[in-house]
Each structure stands twice: as C-alpha cells, then as structure tokens.
C-alpha cells in the first residue's frame, strides 16, 4: 500500500497473489482499479463479476462486495480515494454522483494514469503525483461516475507567467500543486489547463525540464550524476537517469562521456 502523509484519504494498492480470498467486506472510499494480468472475481449487488485484464474495477463507498482470484495468479492496481477529499481534489461544486457500472471495459487510458500514478508514488515527486491523481480522477469520474466535463479555465491573465518564473527559480526545490494553486489563486485543474495551453506541457513536466536543461550544465562543470541528482531534487539517481533519458535520449554518464570526446 502506498500513501504519502501530504495527501490525506488516498492510497495506491498493487496486488500479486493467486488463491487469496476476500470476504464479504466494504471500503469507506471510492476505489479505482484496473486488472493488469489474470481474471478476478467478485459479488456485488447480487451479481457474481469476472474481470479479464483490460477492465476497470470501480467500487462506491460502503458498497458490500467479495473478492478473489479466478485464474491461477492475478495482478492489479488500485486506488483509493475518501469520499471527503473530492471536493479539494476535483474543485467543483457537483461533485460524482457513484459508479453506475462497475467492471467497465477502457481503452487504456485510466489504467496508463494508474500506472503512472504508482511510478510518482514510488518517487515521492508531489508536483508530479499531485497532477497525476488529478488526471486519474477527472478521467474516471468523467467517463463512468456522473461527472461533467469541466468548464474552460478562466483566461490566463498572467498566471502562466507567472508560474513559469516559479518553475524556472525553485526548479531544485519540492514544488506542489498545493503551492502553485496558491500563487495564482487557481485552481489545480484550471492552471495546469492554463499552463498546458501556454508552453504545450504541464507544469510538472516543465519543471523537469527545467531539471535537466540544469544538469546538462553541471555535468558538462564534472559534476558527478550522484551529486547533479540529490542538488536537482531527484529521488534517486536511478530517477535523475530515467528523466535524463527520457527527455534527450541519453543517461547522464552517456552524456558525459559524448561531451568529453
């Protein structure tokens, strides 16, 4: 189970097992899944499901439901989110009315924003995971929980600019949606849609960006990646080089050594 203590009434479950049985049970949040690998199973509402991979597994709050395996090993992910924490987190005034089907087939798209939510989890990056709950969110509640597509976003009336000087000078610094929201006096939604329209990327994907535009500069000065990461405000530096690669194609120690022949 993975929950960070700055995001309150959220957790992402990966589970990997074979021949564990759930019994009757419910949970005081919404639950967002999505079946990886295997079939599972369930009863709800009187009716027993089978969810192949590929299918989305959305629980209500308090909804009584089974669970188990139905093939010899299964592998999914899960998210949970407190009811309470919808309002903040979506920032609008109707919030989901509750999944009205709850095995519905995806064509990949929530289940991509869950495996990227767990990869921003592991690296404990708040901007990053704070944008990509948000997505998770709005695409799911959307598509199959009764929530309208959000209304445009206010005009920009500088906020981007002003967001993006932030980005560019506490580029080193741990930057939340949080913090940013509070500069502009924005909500989240409305100024990554602002900030995306703006510079064609969202602010979490600018501020790494950023990131690497700087340790191009240091490791070009002999700095080792160990130390460009940990100044940059990676992780590790297993996550500086997979950004790093990510963005010019190269790792770190590959860019140096191009650079010194």
């Keep these: 189970m993975l929950a960070r203590p700055w995001l309150p009434g959220v957790e992402l479950f990966h589970a990997d097992f074979s021949g564990q049985p759930f019994g009757r049970h419910s949970h005081d949040a919404f639950a967002v899944g999505a079946i990886l690998q295997g079939v ?47 309002p903040a987190l979506l920032g609008r005034k109707r919030l989901p009315t509750g999944f009205r089907e709850l095995n519905p087939t995806d064509d990949g798209a929530v289940a991509a924003g869950l495996a990227r939510l767990a990869e921003a989890f592991e690296r404990a990056d708040a901007l990053t995971l704070e944008s990509e709950l948000l997505d998770v969110l709005e695409r799911v509640f959307v598509r199959h929980g009764g929530l309208r597509p959000a209304a445009p976003a206010p005009r920009d009336g500088g906020v981007t600019r002003i967001l993006r000087d932030y980005l560019e000078n506490h580029h080193a610094e741990a930057v ?24 064609g990327v969202p602010p979490h994907t600018y501020l790494l960006q950023r990131r690497v535009r700087e340790a191009k500069r240091l490791l070009l000065d002999g700095q080792p990646p160990l130390e460009v990461a940990l100044a940059l405000g990676f992780y590790d530096q297993a996550h500086f080089s997979g950004t790093f690669k990510r963005f010019t194609g190269v790792t770190p120690g590959q860019f140096r050594h191009a650079a010194r022949a």
Excluded: D, K, W
């Design 40 to 86: 599972g199973g369930y009863q709800c509402r009187g009716v027993r499901h089978a969810l192949p991979a590929g299918t989305l597994s959305l629980m209500n709050p308090e909804e009584p439901h089974t669970g188990h395996a139905e093939s010899e090993r299964l592998v999914y992910r899960m998210l949970y989110v407190e009811e309470s924490r919808l």
């Design 176 to 199: 939340s949606l949080e913090c940013l929201a509070g500069l502009v006096q924005r909500h989240p939604r409305h100024l990554i849609e602002a900030f995306r329209r703006a510079y």
